[in-house]
Each structure stands twice: as C-alpha cells, then as structure tokens.
C-alpha cells in the first residue's frame, strides 16, 4: 500500500491499477507500508529512482545502511515493534529524501508511524520540507522508544518486588515461582536489548542526516535533528542503566534459587546426619554374634532405645547451641 500525504496533511492511497502521471507538487511524503512488487514498480516510476525491496532491507549490512546514490538520500534504521507482545521485533525501515518528498519503506507497523500520521491530519500544513518532516517523524520515533524503556522500567520494578520479598511471603510461594520469573526476565531483557539496538541505528542515521547540505540549509530542521540526536543519547545510557538492572535482577534470582536449593540439601543433610548415631547404635545391637553381653540384660532393650534417642538429640542440640540451623 502506497499512502501519499500533502502539505495540508490530507492523504491519500495510491493504487497501481490507476496510477498518476506524474507526483504532485504538494505531496510531502509517500509512505510504502508491505508494498507488493507492483507497487514498488510504480514508485519508482514516479520517483525515477530504485527502491529497495524487503529482501535487500534484510540483507543489507551495518556498513552500507547510509548512502546517497541517483539523487536520493538513502537511510535505513531498525525499529522495534510488537512491543506488547512477548517476543519484541526489529524491523528495517528505509527512509528515503529525494527532491523536497520524504519515502519511507517499511515491512511492520511501528506505532510511532500511526501516531505521526494521526499528528498530521491534526496540524495541516506544518511541515514545509521532506528533511523537516523526517525529523519530526525521527522525533517521534524517538519518544515512542522512550515509551518503550518506560514500559520496560515498569515492568522491571513490579517484578522486582515480587522476587524481593520478605521472608513469610517467600514461604508462601508457590513451587518453582522463581524459576517461572526467569522467563518474565528474559522477555524484559529482550525488549530492551532490542530498544538499544534500535536507538543504535538511530544515532548512525542522526549523524548521517545532519552532514547532509539540505538539511544545513534547513535550520528548523537542523535544530530537530540536534534535538533528537540528544535524545538518542540520552535514551541509549538510560537503556543501558535498564539493562544493568535487569542483569542485577536476573542474577539476584538466580541468587535466591541457589539459597531456596540449599536450604532443602541443608535438611536432607541434618536429618541424615541426626539418624546416623541412632542407626549406628541400632546397627550394633543388630549383629548376631553369639558372645553379646547386653542380649541377656534385662533392660536390654530399653537402654538401646534411650542410646539412640539420646543420640539423635545431643547432635541436634549441638547444632542449634553452634547456630547451624
């Protein structure tokens, strides 16, 4: 689907069963969202320049994402998306400034695209020039993320408080609950991860766009682009402060299941060690030897069972007087 909006913000599909002859002045930005062959064939003619399919936005290296070539400005920067699902994506975007029109191909639907559009159907005619208007969609894209990290933070903190609790709670935990948290941590970690990476290609592409002449020319957009390269900055070392805390918590719980682990080891091991004196008396009295003296005392057995009553005691008290249990 090929969207085409205007200087006063309306829009409009562009079908390839009944293409234009030719672009109008007033479109700003045209917008290719999962364009099927036939449409990628008629931006091209109505551009005149190539655009790249999702099989070279795939398969393009880190090297080559950034590149002026037959007039057009190519960019390509990874956003993430499905945010509110458990397994987060990136998808590669290109962004594209030839002439004053901005295009941009993409094969997901970040919300910051949705939430751009909506914003200009509000304020008609804001936007002047394509670098502008890339700036401004860059800037949202960049506030979306921080939504993104703001969510992540959220969901990092109440998980914190359930794996941090006193001891009376822990006790009334279900089995395996902290192993069951490892998966919620993974999923956290993976979405900021895959924020990071994103504002990774973000601060590239920022860099590349503001040594480009047209957008020095520009200043409203030069200005944005200052703007939101600090933006960047910002949101990759918060990114960063999330992730440590997510490793911090990843390894605490990691932590308490170790604890939980040997605390049930340290009673196998108490009780064996408390049953071992009594099995040691009852192992002596248990052998048929024919010279054993106690076999013919008339309280025999009673003294064998205060013997390793008495054995299992003494160890136990000794080991509450040492502090070990």
């Known amino acids: 689907m090929i969207r085409a909006y205007r200087l006063n913000g309306s829009a409009e599909i562009i079908l390839p069963g009944q293409p234009p002859a030719s672009l109008d002045d007033d479109i700003l930005w045209l917008d290719l969202v999962i364009p099927d062959r036939a449409e990628e064939h008629l931006a091209e003619s109505l551009l005149c320049i190539p655009i790249p399919t999702r099989d070279d936005l795939k398969d393009i290296e880190p090297s080559s994402r950034l590149y002026v070539e037959n007039g057009g400005v190519y960019m390509t920067a990874s956003l993430v998306y499905k945010v509110e699902s458990d397994l987060p994506e990136l998808t590669d975007i290109a962004f594209i400034l030839v002439g004053n029109r901005l295009v941009t191909i993409r094969y997901g639907e970040p919300k910051a695209f949705a939430l751009f559009s909506a914003a200009l159907l509000r304020i008609p005619g804001k936007y002047k020039t394509g670098s502008e208007l890339m700036a401004r969609l860059l800037e949202t894209i960049v506030d979306r993320t921080a939504e993104v990290l703001e969510v992540a933070v959220a969901r990092v903190d109440a998980l914190s408080a359930e794996v941090f609790v006193d001891r009376k709670a822990a006790k009334r935990r279900p089995p395996r609950f902290l192993e069951d948290k490892l998966i919620d941590i993974a999923s956290h970690h993976r979405l900021v991860s895959k924020a990071r990476d994103s504002l990774v290609t973000l ?94 005392w008339t309280y025999g057995y009673a003294f064998a069972l205060v013997g390793m009553l008495l054995s299992a005691i003494i160890p136990f008290l000794f080991f509450r007087w040492k502090g070990w249990l």
């Open 203 to 296: 601060s590239r592409l920022m860099t590349f766009l503001m040594s480009l002449p047209d957008v020095r020319k520009d200043y409203e957009a030069e200005e944005l682009c200052r703007i939101v390269t600090r933006d960047v900055q910002s949101l990759s070392e918060h990114a960063g402060f999330v992730s440590n805390n997510i490793t911090f918590l990843l390894d605490a719980s990691l932590g308490l299941i170790n604890v939980e682990q040997n605390a049930i080891i340290k009673i196998f091991s108490i009780a064996s060690v408390v049953f071992l004196p009594p099995t040691l008396v009852a192992s002596v009295y248990g052998m048929n030897f024919d010279f054993m003296p106690e076999l013919a």
